[in-house]
């Protein structure tokens, strides 16, 4: 059965203490993985896309990268604007375009000042 | 762009009354749109995937007469909760994809549901 699992589940780090989300996955035939953030009461943001393993990819103090088996999402020098719901699916299988999204349950981040 | 835009961003309603959610995508056409469903401290649970002109898809476990998908349009889904109940009460999320089957969903803001 496919199947995504973020850790940790909460995480709390001082302004400037870098870390790194963990998102492991075990599904046939990956299709892509995304990283999303996620306000509270408000939908997720996209916010990358990775295809295969090795791949990286930047945007500010967010990097995420790719391995047959998990992905990490690092964040370097958080600030407080970075506290939000972390939340990583991926999409398997084979056929078109309605391949569903299989989410993580998400780590919740908070960056106090 | 992808921006889609999900109404209303709040509704309450008494216990047997129906409720319609829609979702619009305003900058790109989507002929599939997906509904989600999302618990406090839990994944988004996919509920059906929304095909343009023909029928939704439902998920295992959700009842097909009780939210009801309609998509219409290239640019229109809607979900109605019909004969709602308390259980019914959670964060209800549409998504829509630009082009491709790997692009990324983007998603609406949520409609938070009540029932009363």
């Known amino acids: 059965e496919d199947q995504v699992t973020q850790s940790p589940e909460a995480l709390r780090l001082q302004e400037g203490e870098s870390s790194s989300l963990n998102c492991s996955y075990t599904?046939?035939?990956?299709?892509?993985l995304f990283w999303y953030r996620q306000d509270p009461g408000k939908g997720p943001e996209f916010l990358f896309t990775?295809?295969?393993a090795g791949e990286e990819k930047e945007k500010e103090r967010l990097k995420a990268t790719l391995t047959k088996k998990e992905s990490f999402l690092h964040i370097t020098a958080p600030k407080p604007e970075d506290s939000a719901t972390y939340l990583c699916?991926?999409?398997?299988?084979?056929?078109?375009?309605?391949?569903?999204?299989?989410f993580g349950t998400g780590t919740l981040l908070a960056v106090q000042p | 762009g992808a921006v889609v835009s999900q109404h209303p961003s709040r509704v309450i309603c008494k216990s047997g009354t129906s409720v319609k959610i829609e979702c619009r995508s305003l900058d790109f056409q989507a002929t599939t749109m997906f509904w989600y469903r999302q618990f406090p401290k839990q994944s988004l649970m996919l509920m059906a995937t929304?095909?343009?002109?023909?029928?939704?898809?439902?998920e295992q476990g959700v009842e097909k007469d009780k939210f009801l998908i309609n998509h219409a349009s290239l640019t229109l889904s809607t979900l109605t909760v019909t004969s709602a109940h308390p259980e019914d009460s959670s964060f209800y999320i549409c998504?829509?994809?630009?082009?491709?089957?790997?692009?990324?969903?983007?998603f609406g803001n949520g409609t938070r549901l009540t029932v009363t």
């Open positions: 998504s829509a994809r630009v082009t491709g089957g790997n692009s990324p969903l983007h």
């Open positions: 929304s095909n343009e002109g023909s029928k939704a898809t439902y």
């Open positions: 699916a991926v999409q398997a299988g084979y056929g078109g375009a309605t391949n569903k999204l299989i």
């Open positions: 599904v046939s035939g990956l299709r892509g």
């Open positions: 990775l295809y295969s």
